[in-house]
């Protein structure tokens, strides 16, 4: 027997049962100082498609679709389920061609107008300001509204400001009076325009910041929070214009899109994608990661003390619309892949808590990669759906600090990181990890090592399916829905978890 073969059986023997795991997690449930804000599940609500008219709002006078105020009771139910924290409204693009004041007063009188960016389709303004703020206080969610920069004016916006949030004798709280709402709603978070380097007005980021210190000086509210409109995935440049030319008391969150998309030229279906299509869409996902950090860094730079938040207010998976479908109500479909990049994007963000205050996926219904889908009288949920319920546990929770080594989920000769994960620690001292592993074809085994976390039981939740294209549908509506977890061995305080293919995994530690 050579020398090197006496030492390999002996690593075998007498170390190899010692030897470091491939995929592991050391977990600090004995450190952690930022708060996963609640506001990093938020969500998106456009004029866009059928996300408003049929997915939220189906009318008050409908009598087959039961309501509440014009609003499904179904998605109140499921949005409640999934106790959405915050929604953004009414775009997007639209945001910036929507004037306020036609989507209040009686119905009859409310002007119709054609939405140019959507499919050039009549908007009769029948779900309007009163509309959406009041879906708000039913789903218990912080209204969000954009302002409209673009093609709007600042006397417009400082008028809306008022309308909603002034509780004494003024021109603007008494038409709101007029209109039958004698309190105001109090909204708090604002965004100043959307996307202002495009659809927002293309404008540079200086034009804009200038723009914008002008709008926020007749927006008067006590304790608004003001989000200026933030860069495109990788533009720097626009973050750093922003954090220099803004005075920061001006200034409480910077925005920022990134969409999973492949290419915007040849985007894959929804349903039916290769695994190429499946690692590219994975690759454009685990990017945030990056984006994050260096957007971060620049923030950093001018706020040392982390005081404007970096708020993702656009985020999701893009494709093809369904065949037969309308090209601008971006419907589509939702699978495996999806749920893949919601697990994996909540764990980034959770991950940067300390600067990531808010995240707002695009969009709730029947729009993008939405977690709830409609047709006429029936509706379903989606993968995504279920992972951000499963991952709701983390929300307003303590942030734990963990260090992970991962095994790589390998293309061709393309690499990724295969599994993510983020954990926290709820008010009650349970300790909830959620684990993704985006590999295609192999199960991962993951030791989750909780160092001196006294574990007495655990329990968990899954989410997987046999193919990454399996979606729900109306005729098979729970084709996708967690179940219970049992793939996971507990020896002491450390947990050794299989995590099947293209898979996700939430445990509640205790
Ligand atoms: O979410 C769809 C569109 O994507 C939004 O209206 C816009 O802000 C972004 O480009």
């Given at each position: 027997?050579?020398k090197?073969?006496?030492?390999?059986?002996?690593?075998?023997?007498?170390?190899?049962?010692?030897?470091?795991?491939?995929?592991?997690?050391?977990?600090?449930?004995?450190?952690?100082n930022?708060t996963?804000?609640?506001?990093i599940?938020?969500?998106f609500?456009?004029?866009?498609g059928?996300c408003i008219?049929?997915?939220f709002?189906?009318?008050e006078?409908?009598?087959?679709?039961?309501?509440v105020q014009?609003v499904?009771?179904?998605?109140?139910g499921?949005?409640k389920?999934?106790?959405?924290?915050?929604?953004?409204?009414p775009?997007?693009?639209?945001?910036?061609?929507?004037?306020?004041k036609?989507?209040i007063?009686?119905?009859?009188d409310r002007?119709?107008?054609?939405n140019?960016?959507?499919?050039?389709?009549t908007?009769?303004?029948?779900f309007?300001?009163?509309?959406f703020?009041n879906?708000?206080?039913?789903?218990?969610?912080?209204?969000?509204?954009?302002?409209n920069v673009?093609?709007?004016?600042?006397?417009?916006t400082?008028?809306?400001v008022?309308?909603?949030?002034?509780d004494g004798?003024?021109?603007?709280?008494?038409?709101?009076?007029?209109?039958?709402?004698?309190?105001?709603?109090?909204?708090?978070?604002?965004g100043v325009?959307n996307?202002?380097?495009?659809?927002?007005g293309?404008?540079t980021?200086?034009?804009?910041?200038?723009?914008?210190?002008?709008?926020?000086?007749f927006?008067k509210?006590?304790?608004i929070?003001?989000?200026?409109?933030?860069?495109?995935?990788?533009?720097?440049?626009?973050?750093?214009?922003?954090?220099?030319?803004?005075?920061?008391?001006?200034?409480?969150?910077?925005a920022?899109?990134?969409?999973?998309?492949?290419?915007w030229?040849a985007?894959s279906?929804?349903?039916?994608?290769?695994?190429?299509?499946?690692f590219?869409t994975?690759?454009?996902a685990?990017?945030?990661?990056?984006?994050?950090?260096?957007?971060?860094?620049?923030m950093?730079q001018?706020?040392?003390e982390?005081?404007?938040d970096?708020?993702?207010?656009e985020?999701?998976?893009w494709?093809?619309v369904?065949?037969g479908?309308?090209p601008?109500?971006l419907?589509q479909?939702?699978?495996?892949r999806?749920?893949?990049?919601?697990?994996l994007?909540?764990?980034?963000?959770?991950?940067?808590?300390?600067r990531?205050?808010?995240?707002?996926?695009?969009?709730?219904?029947?729009v993008?990669?939405?977690?709830?889908?409609?047709?006429?009288?029936k509706?379903?949920?989606?993968?995504?759906?279920?992972?951000m319920?499963?991952?709701?546990?983390?929300?307003?929770a303590?942030?734990?600090?963990i260090?992970?080594?991962?095994?790589?989920?390998?293309y061709?000769?393309k690499?990724?990181?295969?599994?993510?994960?983020?954990?926290s620690?709820?008010?009650?001292?349970?300790?909830?990890?959620?684990?993704?592993?985006?590999d295609?074809?192999?199960?991962?085994?993951?030791?989750?090592?909780?160092?001196?976390?006294a574990v007495n039981?655990?329990?968990?939740q899954i989410?997987?399916?046999?193919?990454?294209?399996?979606?729900n549908?109306?005729?098979?509506?729970?084709?996708i829905?967690?179940?219970?977890?049992n793939?996971?061995?507990?020896?002491?305080?450390?947990?050794s978890?299989?995590?099947?293919?293209?898979?996700?995994?939430?445990?509640?530690?205790?």
């Open positions: 027997m050579g090197e073969l006496i030492i390999n059986v002996f690593i075998l023997l007498f170390v190899g049962t010692s030897l470091p795991a491939q995929n592991a997690i050391v977990l600090n449930a004995d450190l952690g930022d996963i804000s609640r506001h599940y938020g969500h609500s456009e004029h866009l059928r008219y049929g997915g709002f189906v009318g006078d409908n009598t087959k679709i039961p309501n014009g499904r009771k179904d998605v109140l499921a949005l389920e999934l106790k959405i924290p915050n929604l953004r409204w775009g997007g693009c639209f945001a910036d061609t929507y004037h306020w036609d989507g007063g009686p119905k009859e002007a119709t107008i054609v140019t960016w959507w499919g050039g389709v908007e009769d303004n029948s309007g300001t009163h509309e703020l879906m708000c206080e039913m789903l218990d969610a912080e209204p969000y509204l954009s302002a673009g093609s709007g004016t600042v006397q417009e400082a008028d809306w008022q309308y909603v949030n002034f004798v003024s021109p603007m709280a008494d038409l709101r009076r007029e209109n039958g709402r004698e309190k105001p709603w109090k909204v708090k978070y604002w325009g996307e202002a380097w495009g659809c927002g293309n404008m980021a200086e034009y804009y910041a200038d723009v914008y210190r002008r709008y926020v000086t927006m509210s006590r304790g929070y003001l989000i200026a409109s933030g860069a495109s995935s990788d533009d720097y440049q626009w973050t750093e214009v922003l954090m220099k030319n803004i005075p920061h008391r001006m200034l409480d969150g910077v920022l899109h990134h969409y999973s998309v492949i290419d030229s985007k279906s929804a349903t039916e994608f290769t695994e190429e299509q499946y590219e994975m690759d454009r685990w990017r945030m990661e990056e984006l994050i950090q260096k957007h971060t860094t620049i950093d001018y706020d040392p982390k005081r404007v970096l708020i993702v207010d985020w999701g998976g494709y093809n369904e065949p479908t309308n601008g109500f419907y479909q939702n699978t495996m999806d749920a893949m990049i919601a697990g994007t909540l764990n980034i963000f959770n991950n940067h808590a300390d990531v205050k808010m995240a707002n996926l695009a969009q709730t219904i029947n993008l990669q939405a977690v709830i889908l409609t047709d006429e009288e509706m379903i949920l989606t993968p995504t759906y279920h992972v319920k499963m991952y709701n546990v983390h929300q307003d303590l942030l734990l600090p260090n992970i080594k991962t095994e790589q989920y390998q061709g000769d690499k990724l990181d295969a599994v993510s994960a983020s954990a620690k709820d008010n009650m001292g349970r300790v909830h990890i959620s684990l993704v592993n985006i295609a074809h192999e199960t991962k085994t993951v030791t989750v090592d909780l160092r001196s976390f039981t655990v329990s968990g989410l997987k399916s046999a193919k990454l294209q399996d979606h549908t109306y005729s098979d509506p729970e084709m829905v967690p179940t219970d977890f793939g996971f061995k507990k020896m002491g305080n450390t947990l978890v299989e995590l099947p293919p293209f898979s996700v995994v939430v445990l509640e530690c205790r």
